[in-house]
């Protein structure tokens, strides 16, 4: 099992959507990343959080430390968010990124 | 040019080949990163270098070679190198206070190697 699941693995949605992705993790952390890569390979960090919440346009990441979880949210999505999301935890033990196997998100017009 | 840059774009090489990948951060970061992507698999972290310093190297094998001349580059030196080794290999860079990762990470577009 690895220290960092996302769930769902896929996700296909009509625009306009609600979305949310999922990340929980099993090992003590000093910060989450949520990260999005495009087809292509480029990648472009969203948010670093450790605590409460952060929004950016359309999107919104929450933590909760007790729970070991995060979740991604994308309101009224459109199919440019199509993509695969990532988050990745600091472990603050070692200090290491663990990553989790990402989320690819397909928006239909 | 501003962001992380990374080049080639695309490689492919035999195993018998000697190829450098370069990547080059515009931020004024102290921190880069070299990751490996392969089909369906997270992200690998390959090697950190913080102040031009190696820091963290993932056991990965001597045919990967890194380089950090100054701290706006990053090299991967690559030798004889598996066909298992195509992937994705990606650069980033940050800025971190105290150690490696406390910082959001900028990744550059990657290099797409095929190795035959």
């Known amino acids: 099992k690895n220290e960092v699941e996302q769930s769902p693995q896929n996700l296909t949605a009509q625009e306009g959507e609600f979305i949310t992705i999922n990340c929980s993790y099993s090992v003590g952390i000093s910060a989450l990343h949520w990260l999005q890569q495009h087809p292509g390979g480029g990648i472009v960090s969203l948010f670093m959080l450790s605590s409460g919440k952060k929004k950016h346009g359309r999107l919104i990441a929450t933590i909760n430390i007790q729970e070991k979880h995060s979740s991604l949210h994308i309101t009224a999505s459109h199919p440019r968010d199509s993509a695969v999301y990532i988050c990745?935890?600091?472990?603050?033990?070692?200090?290491?990124?663990?990553w989790g196997a990402g989320t690819k998100l397909i928006i239909k017009p | 040019e501003t962001g992380v840059t990374q080049t080639p774009r695309h490689l492919v090489m035999g195993m018998t080949n000697k190829k450098s990948l370069k990547c080059e951060q515009h931020?004024?970061?102290?921190?880069m990163y070299w990751y490996k992507q392969s089909a369906k698999k997270p992200l690998e972290l390959m090697f950190v270098y913080s102040l031009e310093e190696r820091v963290e190297n993932n056991s990965v094998p001597s045919r990967f070679s890194p380089e950090c001349p100054n701290s706006s580059h990053l090299f991967l030196h690559l030798h004889t190198l598996q066909p298992e080794d195509s992937a994705l290999y990606l650069c980033?860079?940050?800025?971190?206070?105290?150690?490696?990762?406390?910082?959001?990470?900028?990744f550059g577009p990657g290099t797409r190697l095929t190795v035959l």
């Open positions: 931020l004024g970061h102290n921190a």
């Open positions: 990745a935890a600091l472990s603050d033990s070692n200090y290491q990124l663990i």
């Open positions: 980033a860079s940050s800025q971190d206070a105290v150690v490696p990762g406390q910082g959001t990470q900028y």
